[in-house]
């Protein structure tokens, strides 16, 4: 095990008064050789995402930044709405439904997704919540859970290993030691998560996600990369596909980084049909009539598809060995701090 990380509940006040500096005078930070260091890094990885899938047949497409309708599945987080020639809009949560859109026309499809939550401001001390970050986010038309999951086994293992490789001196200014992962990730199932928690002493719902400071546990045991699987349809937003086998599951699993520094990264199968949709909007509350071109474009018939998304900060905190991810954005967005 390593346990190189400062816990996230644990961030110390040098490190919160260095958030709010460092936000507030970015534009001098940004010339120091951490800086410098942990935005190489942050090139590197975003040059072994576009190479690795390149190779493996992906189209990159723009993302969307702004649109009438996106992912409600945001935990609570708020949406920032934008005025829009008479119509309201929101900024991107996730590109999700859009990337539905995509895969209908495009089998293998990538983006470097901007995203905006308006996160509680509690979470700025969770060393792991922006309210502006980008998400490496793919879908795979026809895939699986299991197809996209090797997917990101090559990814993390790809990063990981050129990182080390090139950027041996930046890790040396950070003092990051940073080790390979196996070719194939561990992975656990949900319910196996939740009774190793239960049994560490954490009282918890299994009908939702795992809570940061739960999962930050369950990390601190792991000394590489690794999937939760198998969630429960209840935690989840209406665009997962259920499980056939098992209807109180959803085709679904994180990825989980280790060290304390929890998840990069959620995904899945789709939900792809109108009337599935319908289901599943009926079950998690969501308001049918402010869909109104996906449900039209589910109607039409698109095909299934499954696929993630990566967090770009979250993954070059991990790779930098970054206490607070603030300094993982060149423009960084801090909850609450304005
Ligand atoms: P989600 O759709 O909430 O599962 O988000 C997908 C991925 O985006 C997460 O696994 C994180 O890597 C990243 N992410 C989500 N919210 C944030 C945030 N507030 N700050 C930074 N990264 C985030
Ligand atoms: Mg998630």
Known sequence: MVMESIPHRQLSSEVAVDV?????????????????AILTI???????????????????VLAPIIGPVTDPGIRGAGTIEVPFYGETYVLMTSMILYKQMTVASFPR???FSPNLRLEASASSTTGRHLVEFYQLDLEVAH?????????GDTLMFEVIRTVRQKCKEQLATLGRTLHLPPRTLPQLTFSEAIELLLNDGFTLDPAEEIPWEAECHLSNQFSTPF???NYPATSRGFYYLRDADHPELVRSMDLVLPEGYGELSSGGEREYTNKGVLQRMHE??????????????????????????????????????????????????VPGVS
């Not at 709010?20 to 410098?36: E, H, L, M, P, T």
């Not at 895939?143 to 997917?151: I, R």
């Open 20 to 36: 709010g500096r460092g936000v507030r005078f970015r534009y001098r930070s940004i010339r120091s050789a951490r800086a410098r």
């Open 42 to 60: 942050q090139h590197e990885i975003s040059r072994v995402f576009r190479k690795v899938l390149d190779s493996e047949g992906f189209l990159e």
């Open 109 to 111: 499809v990538y983006s």
């Open 143 to 151: 895939g699986t859970c299991e197809d996209v999951m090797t997917l």
């Open 227 to 229: 999937w939760i699987t």
């Open 284 to 333: 998690t509350g969501e308001e049918p009539q402010k869909y109104g071109w996906y449900l039209d474009m589910l109607e039409e018939g698109i095909p299934p598809s499954a696929g993630f998304g990566i967090g770009l900060e979250r993954l070059t905190r991990y790779v930098a060995g970054v206490p607070h991810i603030w300094e993982c954005s060149p423009f960084p967005k």
